[in-house]
C-alpha cells in the first residue's frame, strides 16, 4: 500500500500564491508518475499537473500554464505544487495521486491513477 498526504492548502487573495507538498509513504514502485487533481464543487475531478518520478518530465493542463510548476524530492519522497497567480477560479480541493507507472505519456484521467491522498482546500478569494 501506499499513502499519500497533501499538506499546504489555504485561503489566498487573487495574485497570490501557495505551495502544496504531498508526502508519499509505503509500497515503492521503481517507475511511477505522481500527480496533483483538484475537483471544486459542483464539477468532476480534474487533472492539473503531473511528473514521472525517474525522469521528472511534467506535464500541465493548459490553464495553469505558466502559473504552476510541479517539482519532487525523490530523496524525500515528497511531490510538490507551487501555485503562483492564482484565481477565483483556481479554487478548489486539491488532491495527490500516484500511478504505479511511468510508460507512455503522463496520464490525466482520476482513473488511471492507483492512489490517492485525501486532499487539501485552496480557496482563492476575488
Known amino acids: 500500500q501506499v499513502q499519500l498526504v497533501e499538506s499546504g492548502g489555504g485561503l489566498v487573495q487573487a495574485g497570490g500564491s501557495l505551495r502544496l507538498s504531498c508526502a508519499a509513504s509505503?509500497?515503492?514502485?521503481?517507475?511511477?508518475?505522481m500527480g496533483w487533481f483538484r475537483q471544486a464543487p459542483g464539477k468532476e475531478r480534474e487533472f492539473v499537473a503531473g511528473v514521472k518520478w525517474s525522469s521528472g518530465s511534467t506535464a500541465y493542463t493548459d490553464s495553469v500554464k505558466g502559473r504552476f510548476t510541479i517539482s519532487r524530492d525523490n530523496a524525500k519522497n515528497m511531490v510538490y505544487l507551487q501555485l503562483n497567480s492564482l484565481k477565483p477560479e483556481d479554487t478548489a480541493v486539491y488532491y495527490c495521486a500516484l500511478r504505479g507507472s511511468s510508460y507512455g505519456r503522463i496520464r490525466t484521467l482520476p482513473s488511471e491513477y492507483d492512489y490517492w491522498g485525501s486532499g487539501t482546500q485552496v480557496t482563492v478569494s476575488s
Open positions: 509505503g509500497r515503492t514502485f521503481s517507475y511511477y508518475t
